[in-house]
């Protein structure tokens, strides 16, 4: 079945450090592949997303980059803010469309130090 | 509404009480589908309406839980006899283009 690897967190940076976290996924066909984030009380939200490979997604100067060959779709940011302490979750559905349920990752808790 | 609401918002439970939890999902979305997060966890797939229909309902985790959406809008899950083990927060989203989480209903069973 599908699946969705994240690496293990917390995470903690420094204001104005590179953000990279790592996700692998598991998939037969050609999923569509997303980052979701969970600020502090609030609900889930869509971040970016990419629904081909080699396709960038890209959303409040976070990027990730569809790579078939490795099945990975690594979130990065070339520098973070305080606002962006949240929790990430990297998730895939089979196929593009309002129907599709989606297989998430464990999550990882990001802390953005002053 | 502009978004995903669910209620209510945290509910405490003693083993064994039936429990209902409701969304309304963003008005004229014709998808739902309700997810289960554990603590620590990411969110877990349980069903999935379009409209009315209950197309999938693969995720649930067993004949205690129900879920409906009799007019095709408003969904109610049902869990019967909670157990311990079903304490977690309970997400419903609505989809057109992509999908729109609700902020959740925390269900602890003690």
């Known amino acids: 079945g599908n699946s969705v690897t994240q690496m293990e967190g917390p995470v903690t940076l420094s204001e104005e450090a590179f953000l990279t976290i790592n996700c692998t996924y598991t998939?037969?066909?050609?999923?569509?592949l997303f980052w979701y984030v969970q600020y502090p009380g609030e609900g889930l939200q869509l971040l970016l997303k990419a629904t081909k490979a080699d396709d960038k997604g890209s959303n409040k100067g976070f990027e990730a980059t569809y790579r078939k060959e490795t099945t990975s779709f690594h979130l990065e940011k070339g520098s973070v803010q305080v606002s962006d302490s949240a929790v990430y979750f990297c998730a895939l559905s089979p196929y593009t469309g309002a129907n599709s349920k989606l297989t998430f990752g464990k999550g990882i808790t990001l802390s953005v130090r002053p | 509404g502009a978004g995903v609401s669910q209620s209510p918002r945290y509910k405490v439970a003693k083993r064994g009480q039936d429990v209902a939890l409701r969304c309304d999902p963003i008005s004229g979305h014709v998808s739902l589908f309700w997810y289960q997060q554990a603590l620590g966890q990411g969110p877990e797939f349980l069903t999935y309406?379009?409209?009315?229909?209950?197309?999938?309902k693969s995720g649930l985790p067993s004949d205690r839980f129900f879920a409906e959406r009799p007019e095709g809008s408003v969904s109610t899950l049902k869990i019967q006899r909670t157990q311990q083990e079903d304490s977690a927060v309970y997400l419903c989203?609505?989809?057109?283009?992509?999908?729109?989480f609700g902020p959740g209903t925390r269900l602890t069973v003690l």
């Open positions: 309406f379009q409209n009315e229909a209950q197309l999938d």
């Open positions: 998939a037969t066909g050609y999923p569509s």
């Open positions: 989203a609505s989809s057109g283009k992509g999908q729109f």
